[in-house]
T-cell receptor, first 115, second 109 residues
Framework: NAGVMQNPRHLVRRRGQEARLRCSPM?????VYWYRQLPEEGLKFMVY????????ESGMPKERFSAEFPKEGPSILRIQQVVRGDSAAYFC?????????????FGNGTRLTVT | TQLLEQSPQFLSIQEGENLTVYCNSS?????LQWYRQEPGEGPVLLVT?????EVKKLKRLTFQFGDARKDSSLHITAAQPGDTGLYLC?????????FGTGTSLTVIP
């Protein structure tokens, strides 16, 4: 069984460019969460999506950031006009349902570096 | 915002020693999860605790959920270098999982 797949693993962008991060959840999982992590820190929630719907985007900046989880294909986290402060590891997690006991299965992240 | 504070933030011990890390909150959670994260990888679930006062054992790891479901602890017996990693607690609140600040553990051979 393939786990959560994220690509690319590493992404370098110059200030002002766009970054597109992809996440393919585990098979059968329809719930996707995106988190951001700085070195030696915990995970900061960004957005929670189900297929074709954004359920909670309260952790995502209102400008420059967007997320989608289409009916077909991976979930995409898009950052427009990147700035140095966007440099971080971005993790995607999926779960089969939304209950509190349902564990999150994480990908290995995309490390974004903005130069 | 439901904050989960973990302590200590950093811990470096010798192989064979015992240790306990803590996860505290002012909020009540219906369940709490512990994850371990190794460098360059995503977090991996260790355990989910659901009932106040619950104790779960996973080999040398013992997890406890506080009676009021606001706090949890992780005790490791006879730590090994393979236990090195970032330990994260997480509680479900609303639509999201809130993660703690993490404890970075280094076990020296």
């Amino acid at each position: 069984n393939a786990g959560v797949m994220q690509n690319p693993r590493h992404l370098v962008r110059r200030r002002g460019q766009e970054a597109r991060l992809r996440c393919s959840p585990m098979k059968g999982h329809s719930h996707v969460y995106w988190y951001r992590q700085l070195p030696e820190e915990g995970l900061k929630f960004m957005v929670y999506l189900q297929k074709e719907n954004i359920i909670d985007e309260s952790g995502m900046p209102k400008e420059r950031f967007s997320a989608e989880f289409p009916k077909e294909g991976p979930s995409i986290l898009r950052i427009q006009q990147v700035v140095r402060g966007d440099s971080a590891a971005y993790f995607c997690a999926s779960s089969p349902r939304s209950g509190g006991n349902s564990p999150l299965h994480f990908g290995n992240g995309t490390r974004l570096t903005v130069t | 915002t439901q904050l989960l504070e973990q302590s200590p933030q950093f811990l470096s011990i010798q192989e064979g020693e015992n240790l306990t890390v803590y996860c505290n909150s002012s909020s009540v959670f219906s369940s709490l999860q512990w994850y371990r994260q190794e460098p360059g990888e995503g977090p991996v679930l260790l355990v989910t605790v659901v009932t106040g006062g619950e104790v779960k054992k996973l080999k040398r790891l013992t997890f406890q959920f506080g009676d009021a479901r606001k706090d949890s602890s992780l005790h490791i017996t006879a730590a090994q270098p393979g236990d090195t990693g970032l330990y994260l607690c997480a509680g479900k609140g609303g639509n999201q999982f809130y993660f703690g600040t993490g404890t970075s553990l280094t076990v020296i051979p």
